[in-house]
Nanobody, 124 residues
Framework: QVRLAESGGGLVQAGGSLSLSCAASGRTPNSYAMGWFRQAPGKEREFVAAISWSSDTTYYTDSVKGRFTISRDKAKSLVYLQMNSLKPEDTAVYYC?????????????????WGQGTQVTVSS
């Protein structure tokens, strides 16, 4: 089973930046896409961004395009989310997860239990 651990969240003012990290450990497959998701209070969890195994394909939800950047370090089984120009509506718990098929991950098909996530709070 693949275990996931998110970190890097915090409190930031609107317009600020944060960088999130996610470490995957355990029995990781030979190749897999990684993604970030978030859940705001009182709302359902939603897709944020995904990156393919080779990093040649990325996909973002419309609300974060141009502000967030997903990247990965395959050797270290890490995936990152650089978040710039943060807005109060970005406030949420952020989670990472994975799937062997990129577009299934985009559709929120994930293969590991959700971790604890990392809280991002953006003040206005």
């Amino acid at each position: 089973q693949v275990r996931l651990a998110e970190s890097g969240g915090g409190l930031v003012q609107a317009g600020g930046s944060l960088s999130l990290s996610c470490a995957a450990s355990g029995r990781t497959p030979n190749s897999y896409a990684m993604g970030w998701f978030r859940q705001a209070p009182g709302k359902e969890r939603e897709f944020v961004a995904a990156i393919s195994w080779s990093s040649d394909t990325t996909y973002y939800t419309d609300s974060v395009k141009g502000r967030f950047t997903i990247s990965r370090d395959k050797a270290k089984s890490l995936v990152y989310l650089q978040m710039n120009s943060l807005k109060p509506e970005d406030t949420a718990v952020y989670y990472c997860n994975w799937h062997g098929e990129f577009y299934k991950l985009v559709r929120m098909r994930v293969l590991s239990p959700w971790g604890q996530g990392t809280q991002v709070t953006v003040s206005s």
